[in-house]
């Protein structure tokens, strides 16, 4: 399949995409709100709720913003190369999760992204109010899986 025809099948298919469809894919989030869908040997991942859609872009935009320093670039408009983008949004993730749930720090995982939001939005009243400067570490320090090495010869 052509890669612009996958792209407009992909799009007809999946209306709301998941804005963390990164780190979902790469197994280090779940989310209640997801649904997954295969195309053409790929697969994708769709969000189920329009308004935890607009909640967690407004999330993503937010982290993306602010970890302009922690990833050392000057300007970010837009996704981010992918492992800078899996880098704000695991770590972003994982480090506001610390903050709602302390007994998962440490943790490589978040289990619901949907859930941590709520909590978060609970706990601090609004997106804007959560101490972004705490999950900053969280991004900084996380890595993905390593690079893969090739064959000697």
Excluded: W
């Excluded at 609004?126 to 996380?142: C, G, L, R, T, Y």
């Amino acid at each position: 399949m052509e890669e612009d025809e996958y792209r407009s099948t992909y799009d007809a298919v999946n209306q709301r995409r998941c804005i963390f469809e990164k780190a979902i894919n790469a197994r280090h989030v779940g989310c209640t709100q997801m649904h997954r869908f295969y195309l053409a040997d790929r697969e994708g991942v769709g969000c189920q709720s329009e308004d935890a859609n607009r909640r967690c872009i407004a999330l993503l935009e937010r982290m993306r913003r602010d970890a302009r320093f922690a990833l050392q670039l000057t300007h970010i408009g837009g996704p981010l190369p992918h492992n800078k983008e899996i880098r704000v949004q695991v770590g972003g993730l994982l480090g506001i999760q610390t903050l709602v749930q302390p007994e998962r720090a440490g943790a490589r995982k978040v289990e619901n992204a949907f859930d941590t939001l709520n909590r978060a939005e609970q706990r601090f009243g609004s997106i804007d109010a959560i101490p972004f400067n705490e999950v900053m570490k969280d991004i900084k320090q996380f890595q993905g899986r390593s690079r893969r090495r090739g064959f000697k010869k």
